[in-house]
Nanobody, 121 residues
Framework: VQLQASGGGLVQSGGSLRLSCVVS???????VGWYRQAPGKERERVSC??????STYPVASLEGRFTISADENTVYLQMNSLKPEDTAVYYC??????????????????WGQGTQVTVSS
């Protein structure tokens, strides 16, 4: 599969954005995750969804503000109540063995190009 992320932009604190990750090809045995990377920091998970059964694996600290969902060929990340510390490049990644439950970045071997999210205070 290939991934194409979009939807980033500049938003004020408290605002919302919805990111989209278009997945080309069948992904019913992939896990697709959203990750983010702020300048000078490691890439960190935001959420993950199983292509097999639609189970979601949100990060506890972001649950309630960030929600992952998907339709046939797009994985979405709805981000509400955004804060300046959410500023980062957001990437979608795919794990060919659908291992969202591992909460590890290593299995994600396919990446989209990233989309910048900037939250102003």
């Amino acid at each position: 599969v290939q991934l194409q992320a979009s939807g980033g932009g500049l938003v004020q604190s408290g605002g919302s954005l919805r990111l989209s990750c278009v997945v080309s090809g069948r992904w019913n045995h992939y896990g697709v995750g959203w990750y983010r990377q702020a300048p000078g920091k490691e890439r960190e998970r935001v959420s993950c969804i199983s292509g097999m059964d639609g189970s979601t694996y949100p990060v506890a600290s972001l649950e309630g503000r960030f929600t992952i969902s998907a339709d046939e060929n797009t994985v979405y990340l709805q981000m509400n109540s955004l804060k300046p510390e959410d500023t980062a490049v957001y990437y979608c990644g795919a794990d060919p063995l659908d291992r969202c439950d591992l909460d590890a970045i290593g299995p994600f071997t396919i990446w989209g190009q990233g989309t910048q999210v900037t939250v102003s205070s």
